[in-house]
């Protein structure tokens, strides 16, 4: 069974192709500012992008009628849930007119639609960052019509949640597991029998490489008023956590500088791993205690001494903590087309 994967990002778009879950070709097709200057709004991207991975297809040797399926990567569409989803108009609509989040990762889905639909193939998308299956509980805000989301990093966790599940002999629908995903930015999921019970999304979650993390509301407010929303916004996106306070979203260098015996770098890598334990506690409530393991990974979880320092936080808990490194988008977005394909897990339609 061949795969086509697509993964869209802001100056790149990600493609391979997969057999089975053995890759056999992969690039990643990037987009300079001038090229992308010429478009005003991300969604005349589009037939610019599908060029692109048409001419990818050529290069290494396939055409889509060779496929077996297409699986991109989800976008932010409103309303839907983790797992597998067909890609179809309802869906290319949303995407492209309803996004909860604009941005070209939800041209991916309308890209692999139209190579589908041409080749008389299934398109899918799995585990989209705006998957929604919160505890109703987890959802309420205190204003009338606005609402919690659940925005995380949902694909690595879900993928490497039924890796553990694997290793351990057991079936990963019937486990609760806290994972909690540090890379440029951090966030937990609650995993319960399968499905993402409640999250801590990354602008609620801890500081990161490169953001700044969750901040008091009435403070927030009180730092745009002083700095200006743009200004704030970076620090949450790409100017904040490690590139502020020590000028690196590089973990290995301030590992380095640690080790050269800089006690600033020391109390903020301790600080991360404080406060990553107090976010992960922080759900315990919605399994009703009844945790199988809490799994670091992401990026960040090959930093040892920030994950044992983790480890000695949470031991009083006596759950078992597993350090799973490293996030593989597109192998967990073929492996979840295997699934899928092979009937061991069902597709979703979506509903908006």
Same mark, same amino acid.
């Given at each position: 069974?061949?795969?086509? $994967? ?70 932010? /569409?409103p309303g839907i849930h983790a797992g ?24 991916? /889905? ?18 989209p960052i705006t998957s929604d299956e919160?505890? /109703? ?63 801590? /999304? ?18 927030? $407010?009180?730092? $745009? ?45 301790? +600080?991360?791993?404080?406060q990553l334990s107090k976010c992960i ?50 192998? +967990? ?6 699934? %899928?394909?092979?009937?061991?897990? +069902? %597709? ?5």
């Open positions: 069974m061949k795969t086509l $994967v697509i993964n869209p990002g802001s100056t790149s778009t990600k493609v391979a192709v997969f057999e089975d879950d053995r890759e056999l070709a992969r690039e990643s097709l990037a987009h300079s500012k001038d090229e992308l200057s010429r478009f005003k709004v991300w969604t005349e991207q589009l037939d610019y992008r599908y060029e692109l991975v048409m001419q990818f297809l050529e290069h290494v040797g396939y055409r889509p009628q060779d496929l077996s399926c297409v699986m991109s990567r989800g976008g932010s /569409p597998a989803t067909a890609v179809d108009d309802r869906l290319v609509d949303a995407l492209l007119n309803r996004p909860l989040e604009p941005h070209p990762a939800s041209l991916g /889905p309308v890209i692999a639609a139209k190579i589908a639909k041409a080749a008389g193939i299934p398109a899918f998308v799995y585990d919160l505890n /109703p509980l987890a959802k309420v805000y205190g204003v009338k019509g606005i609402t919690h989301n659940s925005m995380c990093h949902f694909l690595n966790t879900h993928a490497m949640g039924i890796k553990l599940a694997e290793s351990l002999g057991k079936d990963f629908n019937t486990m609760n597991i806290l994972v909690a995903h540090i890379g440029g930015g951090n966030s937990i999921c609650l995993w319960k029998q399968g499905h993402p019970e409640d999250v801590v /999304p990354g602008d609620a979650c801890v500081f990161s490489a490169e953001r700044a993390g969750f901040m008091r509301s009435e403070r927030m $407010v009180q730092l $745009v008023q002083e700095y200006g929303a743009e200004t704030c916004i970076k620090w949450l996106h790409g100017k904040g956590g490690f590139v502020s306070l020590l000028g690196t979203n590089d973990l290995r260098e301030v590992e380095k500088q640690i080790e050269s015996g800089n006690n600033e770098a020391l109390l903020y890598q301790k +600080a991360m791993a404080y506690c922080s759900l315990l409530p919605a399994a009703d205690g009844k945790v199988d393991g809490v799994m670091i990974t992401g990026g960040g979880a090959y930093w040892e001494r920030l994950t044992e320092d983790i480890k000695c936080r949470l031991r009083f808990l006596n759950i078992p903590v597993y350090i799973m490194p490293g996030e593989n988008e597109m192998q +967990a977005l073929a492996e979840g087309a295997l699934r %899928v394909m092979r009937g061991e897990e +069902a %597709v979703q339609r979506y509903e908006g």
